[in-house]
């Protein structure tokens, strides 16, 4: 409605004409006896497009909640806490004193009208000047204190760096409360749109846009054109721009301004810069929104990398990162992939809280991404997990770079060694679980030496073998396992005959007995009070029963052998009698003696074997009858003799 039609229209129906051009101001209008407008209907509101002197008045439900965002968004600063860019490329910096306050839609940008603050947004997120691409920017701001100040400004140097040597102070609002906008220098010069007649310095939320089609910039004030020019962009002084908001260079020729660095006072929230020319619908819906904003599905994925400690083989270990949703609409899950091939990381699901496709993660929760490392190869490992899904953050592709630190531990398999006999060369097998080979080393060299994979058992003793593995660029250092086992000297024998009995008194004699080590055998005897042994001769001392015992003690090559006894009788020695034959004798011979010797020298003593015809008393014979006379020697032995044979010896006695 115009300024001076106020009044002059009844607006019942949906459009009116108008007999005079001006700015349109807020009325109330009645359309089929319903009130609409503020504060009568709330949830109504009222747009007007100009065409000549004919507005057509649109009602349109006032929106309850946050809108889709308009396609091809370049980059989006929230302020909500940060300067990020909600597509993640475009980051800004605060600049001087610069603040986040209380905004349209959660924070905003809050610059005090010094000359100090700023907020530096990247190049990139611009179309290079001079070009006829498709652009947009758009956002909300308010002023304090009816001033003003630059909202967007772009030169050739950095904010408050002297006179540049280009510039355009995009989009400001003038020392005369007036919005003016001109995105990109002319090859007309200023060609500047402004809100004539309709103030903006109101301490009032205000949305601007500006579009251009590579043709025609179009400037936008709360969701209504306010007008337009044909635009061919030119440079301005250095094409290289730099973009700010907050602040920008007014000198030369520019409507309204102080003529130097016009640094903004108020608020400026939820700027966006589109790759494309919006539609004046799309203009309208973002400012018909109001403090609902634009929609959008925030993904932050933390820690941005997992980093694994190197495993072995056949071990596993689980890490995870959070996906959490700052935005204010769900965030749709469409894909969680690993690297096509990657054979050691792996995506977990099934736990309560996992990230999974087709489940939205809600405003302002989280979601977990587990990853388990399960190393099928050895060395530094990386991978990455990437999370597809609806947030404009990195073209809606979040990824979590997998990596694996140190190298992969690896251990050896060394079986306990049994005992093993002196001399003999003893191969030694060992592995790794990496797969390299394994060395070998003794740490008892006076018993056993290694060369490569063999010991030499050298000695008797306890023989220690350690296995280890020193590792390469991709595995570890094993831990070193020891083996140690005894090592025994070899066995032998004693080859000892039995013995005979001997006779005492029989002269000392000589024993032998041998070794199969070939060493020499040692006798003892186990009856000392029978018979001695000196070296290997034997002296027999007394009747009775000779023990004797063959040993060999060994050396550094030989075992000790079995003792070997051999036991013999010591027998009391023979003798015998000597005993003469006797004459005969004439009856009435007067006693007689006799005698007898033992080779014993034992004294032998007489009997008579015919006691009728004579009597032994001692060794005197008495005759007694005629006749044959038998007398018997006798010699019955003692401790070291045997008895001796009797010897008998037979004579006649006659009458004469």
Known sequence: MLPADVGNVSCTAASAAFASAGADVNILVIASGIALGVPAAPNYVLSSTVAGTTANIIFSPAPNACIAPAAGITAWWKANGNTNDVTGLYNATLGGDTTLAPGKDGQAFSFDGSQSPFVALPAGAFPTEP???????????????????????????????????????????????????????????????????VPVNDGQWHHVAVTYDGNTEIVYLDGAAIGSNALSQANNGSPLYYYQLGTGYTG????????????????????????????????????????????????????????????????????????????????????IVMDTGDINFSVLTGNAGDCAVGTPVAPNASCNVRVQFAPQAGGSLTGQVTVTDNSLY?????????????????????????????NSSLPLIASASSGLAVSFASSTTSICTVSNST??????????????????????????????????????TITFASLPNQPLG??????????????????????????????????LLAVGRCTLQASQAGNAKYAPATPVTQGFQVTKEAQTITFAPLPNRRMGTPPFTVSATASSGLAVSFASATPATCRVAGDTVTLLELGGCTIKAIQAGNATYAAAAPVTQTFEIKLF
């Not at 102080?258 to 020319?277: K, M, Q």
């Not at 994925?301 to 935005?327: D, E, I, K, Y």
């Not at 073998?465 to 090592?487: C, E, K, L, R």
């Open 394 to 422: 990195l073209v809606g592709a979040q990824a979590i770079a997998l990596s694996v630190s140190g190298l992969t531990p690896q251990t050896i398999a060394f079986a306990a060694i049994p005992p093993q006999t002196l």
């Open 131 to 197: 070009s006829a691409g498709p652009f947009t920017f758009e956002t909300w701001f308010q002023t304090a204190g009816n001033a003003g100040g630059v909202i967007l400004g772009s030169q050739s140097g950095a904010p408050y760096a002297g006179v540049p040597g280009g510039w355009t102070p995009a989009i400001y609002v003038g020392t005369d409360g007036l919005l003016y906008a001109q995105m990109f220098w002319s090859t007309s010069g200023f060609q500047t749109v402004a809100s004539v007649n």
């Open 455 to 492: 010991a030499s058992l050298i000695a008797a003793g306890t023989c220690t073998i350690v296995a280890s593995q020193a590792g390469n660029s991709s595995y570890a250092p094993a831990t070193p396992v020891t083996q140690s086992f005894s090592v025994t000297r070899f066995a032998q």
């Open 252 to 335: 030369n020729g520019w409507a309204a301004v102080n003529g130097a660095w016009f640094t903004f006072t108020g608020l400026i929230d939820e700027p966006t810069v589109y790759s494309r020319a919006l539609s004046a619908a799309e203009v309208l819906t973002i400012a018909e929104a109001d403090s609902y904003g634009k929609c959008y599905a925030g993904a932050s994925l933390t820690p941005a990398t997992l980093s694994f400690t190197n495993l072995a083989q056949g071990q596993s270990a689980t890490q995870q990162a959070v996906l959490l949703n700052p935005g204010n609409s769900p965030l749709q899950i469409s894909a």
């Open 506 to 539: 029989t002269a000392p004699f000589s024993v032998t007995a041998t070794a199969t080590s070939g060493l020499p055998v040692k006798f003892t005897s186990g009856t000392t009070p029978v018979c001695t042994v000196s070296g290997n001769t034997v002296t």
